[in-house]
């Protein structure tokens, strides 16, 4: 009996917060799998990166070839040469300083279908900020500062969103979290 109660009770809350907006928006499918298949791909590539020197960090989030997945914008280039609108991500915004290092990342979905099945609108993006420190002149630790639902646009670069053409659509970081 007891083990009803709390199994009615975790439905009732879920549906509660369901009906107060707390529940994560929904995606086409096909639109998340790009999202995590890119967050996850950077996420390994950071962790594969602990203990590597932080020069040579530093050069893979400012190069196309280095480890980490995704294009480096300086801030001058002209963003829509990332080709953002088809899909892919943008490294961009790095400080540096001393022992710790941070940069920003927008993640695209490419192109999305409308409701009709026709290809063309504007793609779902997501934006959060990673933050590295170093010991001993190596990567320690990574962590990530992801957008809310409160905020989807947090540490997203006005500029680079403007690449995604009009109805482009930011979506929370944990929305793509497994």
């Known amino acids: 009996m007891a083990r009803r109660v709390r199994v009615v009770s975790a439905l009732a809350l879920a549906a509660a917060?369901?009906?107060?907006?707390?529940?994560?928006?929904?995606?086409?499918p096909a639109i998340a799998r790009r999202i995590i298949a890119e967050k996850d791909a950077l996420m390994t590539a950071l962790d594969a990166s602990t203990g590597a020197g932080r020069a040579a960090f530093l050069e893979d989030v400012r190069t196309a070839s280095g480890q980490l997945p995704g294009r480096y914008w300086d801030g001058a280039a002209d963003p829509a040469e990332l080709g953002l609108a088809e899909g892919g991500t943008a490294l961009y915004d790095l400080e540096e300083g001393g022992d710790e290092a941070a940069f920003?990342?927008?993640?695209?979905?490419?192109?999305r279908q409308d409701p009709e099945g026709e290809d063309?609108?504007?793609?779902?993006?997501?934006?959060?900020?990673?933050?590295?420190?170093?010991?001993?002149?190596a990567l320690k630790v990574?962590?990530?500062?992801?957008?809310?639902?409160?905020?989807?646009?947090?540490?997203c670069s006005p500029e680079l969103v403007g690449?995604?053409?009009?109805?482009?659509?930011?979506?929370?970081?944990?929305?793509?979290?497994?």
């Open 17 to 28: 917060l369901a009906l107060a907006g707390c529940a994560a928006q929904q995606y086409d």
């Open 104 to 111: 920003s990342v927008l993640i695209s979905s490419g192109p």
């Open 120 to 137: 063309g609108r504007a793609p779902v993006y997501t934006c959060f900020r990673i933050e590295v420190a170093f010991a001993d002149g």
């Open 142 to 155: 990574w962590r990530r500062d992801g957008s809310t639902s409160e905020d989807p646009g947090r540490f």
């Open 163 to 178: 690449t995604l053409g009009e109805g482009a659509e930011a979506a929370p970081v944990v929305d793509f979290d497994g």
